[in-house]
């Protein structure tokens, strides 16, 4: 399994790093076939697999549950599990509970936390703990509430300067990978040439050390909005609603089951049976 050292390495070699979400058995066993380098189970799984409205609603237990899953079809890939929202803010012991009940139970590589400022300290804490942790900058879905929406991050100089300084003081707290949404192509080159940790982009264009997207936007599959900053690369929810058309089509019809899916039972028992 490649490690936190290997995309080290990847970072200097300018080999760029592929991140992909994934909630349960068979998408994490995909994005391990498909040789993705890290699985994410992030809280987006609260709109795209739970159907909320947004991240907040997303429990400790609902990431636990999502990321064993994940975890039993990926066993060989880094995985990382996202802290949900209220799960590492208030009581420093309550943070660690949370921390390790997912480490553990889910046995990810790494947990993600949203945010700098405070999540810096709970950063060192974990890490120190020996919880690998991967930092996440920028736009913060789980805090759009209080900015009013969901918008591109780090766009004047003093908030593009306050992000530089936020990335360095998460690798000094040990941040393992940094993830940087939605903000400025040039800040997130900045970013990423200011820190030796790997810097994972989503909606940061195309200069950072790899990519993460959301695994149902890129196949297109539910039927949520899609960010300008995804290109999807299979229409998967359209040929399953087309499978499933069919599937109803012909039960209605009589056409499913055909000869080939049924059972026989022998003639002579046929003959006891009718007496
Ligand atoms: O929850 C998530 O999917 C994420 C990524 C998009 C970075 O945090
Ligand atoms: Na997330």
Do not use: W
């Amino acid at each position: 399994m490649k490690n936190t050292g290997t995309f080290i390495k990847m970072k200097q070699q300018n080999e760029k790093i592929a991140m992909l979400t994934a909630y349960d058995y068979p998408s994490a066993k995909q994005a391990e076939e498909a040789g993705v380098d890290v699985i994410l189970v992030g809280d987006s799984l609260g709109m795209v697999v739970l159907g909320y409205e947004s991240t907040v609603k997303v429990t400790v237990d609902d990431m636990i549950h999502h990321g064993k899953a994940a975890r039993r079809g990926a066993q060989d890939t880094f995985l990382v599990v996202d802290m949900p929202f209220g799960s590492f803010q208030g009581s420093v012991d309550r943070t660690l509970d949370n921390a390790m009940r997912i480490f553990q139970e889910t046995g990810a590589e790494a947990l993600k936390l949203e945010g700098a400022d405070e999540v810096v300290e709970v950063t060192r804490l974990l890490t120190r703990t020996g919880i690998p942790v991967v930092a996440h900058l920028g736009l913060l879905p789980q805090t759009a509430g209080v900015i009013g929406g969901y918008r591109v991050q780090g766009k004047t100089a003093d908030a593009a300067k306050k992000l530089i300084d936020d990335a360095k003081a998460c690798e000094a707290a040990g941040a393992c990978l940094i993830v940087l949404e939605c903000i400025p192509y040039q800040l997130a080159r900045e970013v990423t040439a200011a820190v030796s940790v790997p810097v994972i982009g989503i909606g940061a264009g195309s200069e950072t050390d790899g990519q993460v997207l959301v695994y149902h936007d890129i196949l297109k599959y539910g039927s949520h909005h899609l960010p300008k900053f995804v290109r999807s690369y299979a229409e998967a929810g359209e040929i399953m609603k087309n499978g499933l058309n069919a599937y109803v089509t012909e039960v209605k019809s009589g056409e499913f089951p055909a000869e080939e899916h049924r059972f026989t039972m022998k003639e002579d028992e046929l003959q006891q049976l009718y007496g």
